[in-house]
């Protein structure tokens, strides 16, 4: 059994911590904000031409962005090639590389000197994030292209049941064209498949049984086989062609077509993606972290850098986890004694686990009340959110049940946000296929982290930013998203909640169970430890349940350093609230703090440090004599 460290001062972790250095290039400031060092080419424009020059250079490249991948705009609400998916054949890519390398050429080229604040840190993030685009290329094929956990064969399904809206006859068409192109889609998958192959750079053998089921489940019933129950993807399209005002003879042309395309095209497609995984299957490895490459602890420092935008270690980052699962279950000792608990932690972990008062019941009626109270707790924080932001979004918020399709191999909540039109809410799935794997307790924290005051307000402000270029909305910061959905469970006790014991034990679980990815995740992927002993480390230190544990480990397997990222922007983003409020006294105001917070989109930790101090700066100017 893999033990934490008894004894290790936490508080002294953190500070380390705190006192990294974030990675990044050398940034020089300009009025409060970082931008790129690179000696500019001065066009000699006033500031309004300048600005607006940079403003046509990111709307172009955002929308030759969306030309080239047509499922991705269709994500973000454009009708572009709504027949055609993402690109990803070897050549594609290439061609996207050359055009990012012109790009960042022309972005230097622009005179931070002569931007406004706004549009220097726009710049500079455009910057940034194509160096940062380049650097993780260099590990192209070491990156999975296909894994339980999301992938082509699950991707197909959940963007047309979800995205692809039917609005008219021609949505249905392209619906239909979708459906025959998955074949070319397919055929860049599996070339990538191959390429990996080649270098030997294949998945986990344990992971391709469940490829395989979730693809095979994805082409059965009708019209593919003779079961009287329709699949997934003919059942949302005939309901989608069904509800269309148009006459019957053109609903049967569209469904007849639809078949066909489902028959002759999607499932050919499906079968020889699932014959390339069972042929790779036979020569996978059974070691579990990508160490196992030739290059696999250079990859995993570049995914480290990546998700969490500082430049911490692998060892630095597993002695960080250590520290808070100690801080935590230290919390939770505390909690035991106010629930008169006698035993000790791991008893009461066991106890927690079993209770059956503390789940609903795992079936059709459970489930309902589950997605029932998730709402009700979104709908009770609504309330709440005026007092602590300034600005709050339009968009709506739905609570979804994961479909059947893809909820045995997905994990047990995320979040899919609106696009820029607002014709689609965003929405919270919750994996209800083993209500023992999402207790009461852990409602509450889950619902604000991926509903409100967490993703959905984060990402929904976002896409209705004003004054951002479009491309900024989307960059993907894990640091940034998944520390504020952590910091958003933790603002919420600020707020009130968790007024349940049990839930505040719940809320401290999570928490905990971020903790503990920072240290199983390194465990894997630099450690060297199994799939088992990883299991084993959450079974032993958290209170969740062993299939929880299970599909977590598996995804932290399939995910290399991504689950790292939660913990680090959390504390991050927390510090650098508690440096405002002490610099700031009584001025300090919560309610502006996170909307500067979000006030810029997405961006890595240091940029959003530099945006704070830029906030206390403003106030202490404002209030000089």
């Known amino acids: 059994m893999i033990k934490s460290s008894a004894g290790r001062p936490w508080v002294w972790m953190l500070l380390v911590f705190l006192a990294a250095t974030v990675s990044g290039c050398s940034r020089d400031t300009v009025d409060g904000t970082e931008a790129a060092s690179e000696a500019p080419v001065d066009s000699g424009l006033p500031v309004a031409h300048a600005s607006e020059q940079l403003a046509d250079f990111f709307t172009a490249h955002f929308d030759r962005g969306l030309e080239r991948n047509p499922l991705t705009a269709s994500y973000v609400g454009r009708e572009t090639h709504k027949d055609q998916w993402n690109t990803v054949t070897e050549a594609f890519q290439e061609e996207s590389l050359a ?34 685009q380049l650097a993780l290329d260099d590990f192209r094929h070491e990156r999975y292209v296909i894994h339980q956990f999301r992938g082509p064969h699950t991707r197909v399904p959940s963007a047309l049941i979800n995205v692809h809206r039917v609005d008219a006859i021609e949505d249905a068409e392209s619906y239909i064209g979708r459906l025959s192109n998955v074949a070319t889609y397919f055929d860049g998958v599996i070339e990538q498949l191959n390429v990996r192959a080649e270098k030997g750079l294949l998945l986990v053998d344990w992971m391709y049984p469940q490829m395989i089921e979730a693809a095979g489940n994805v082409i059965s019933g009708s019209p593919f086989d003779d079961s009287e129950q329709d699949s997934i993807i003919w059942a949302d399209f005939k309901t989608k062609v069904d509800a269309l005002s148009i006459e ?62 500082t430049d911490l270690t692998a060892d630095q980052v597993h002695e960080l986890g250590l520290a808070n699962v100690e ?130 307000l984060q990402r929904a402000l976002t896409t209705e930013l004003g004054g951002i ?106 510090a650098l609230r508690e440096d405002a409020r002490t610099a700031l006294g009584d001025r300090f105001d919560i309610r502006q703090f996170h909307d500067v917070v979000l006030g810029s989109g997405p961006v890595p930790l240091e940029v959003l440090e530099a945006n704070i101090k830029a906030m206390v700066a403003a106030h202490r100017r404002d209030s000089s004599p």
């Open 99 to 132: 055009l990012l390398r012109d790009d960042l050429v022309r972005a230097r080229e622009f005179d931070t000197a002569k931007l406004s604040p706004s549009d220097a840190l726009s710049q500079d993030l455009f910057i940034r994030n194509g160096e940062r």
């Open 327 to 456: 801080r935590l279950q230290s919390d939770m000792r505390a909690l035991m004694k106010a629930l008169e608990f006698e035993g000790s932690l791991t008893e009461f972990f066991t106890s927690v686990r079993q209770s059956e008062t503390l789940r609903f019941p795992n079936t059709d009626k459970g489930r309902e009340q589950y997605l029932f109270e998730a709402e009700a707790a979104i709908d009770a924080m609504k309330a709440r959110l005026p007092d602590y932001f300034g600005r709050l979004p339009k968009a709506d918020l739905t609570v979804k049940r994961v479909e059947a399709f893809r909820e045995q191999s997905a994990g047990k909540a995320f979040y899919q946000g609106p696009p820029m039109d607002g014709s689609r809410p965003g929405i919270y799935y919750a994996n209800l296929y083993d209500m023992n794997a999402m207790p009461k307790t852990d409602l509450e924290a889950l619902a604000f982290h991926e509903g409100v005051p967490g993703h959905h």
């Open 248 to 309: 019957s003879a053109e609903k049967q042309r569209l469904l007849a077509e639809g078949k066909v395309a489902l028959v002759e095209s999607l499932k050919p497609a499906y079968q020889r993606l699932i014959d390339t995984l069972a042929v790779q299957s036979t020569a996978a490895s059974g070691d579990d972290g990508v160490w196992r490459f030739e290059r696999g602890a250079d990859y995993y420092q570049a995914l480290l850098k990546w998700y969490t935008t």
């Open 469 to 574: 270029p479009d491309f900024q909305r989307y960059l993907s910061f894990t640091a940034f998203t998944e520390g504020w959905g952590l910091y958003s469970e933790y603002l919420a006790k600020e707020m009130g909640f968790y007024t349940d014991p049990y839930s505040e034990f719940g809320r401290l679980a999570m928490e905990l169970w971020r903790a503990a990815r920072l240290v199983v995740d390194t465990g894997i992927h630099h450690k060297r430890w199994t799939r088992e002993e990883a299991i084993a480390y959450l079974l032993a230190n958290t209170p969740n349940a062993e299939s929880d544990c299970i599909k977590a480990i598996e995804r932290y397997i399939a995910m290399p350093g991504q689950a790292t990222a939660y913990m680090i922007g959390k504390i991050k983003i927390l």
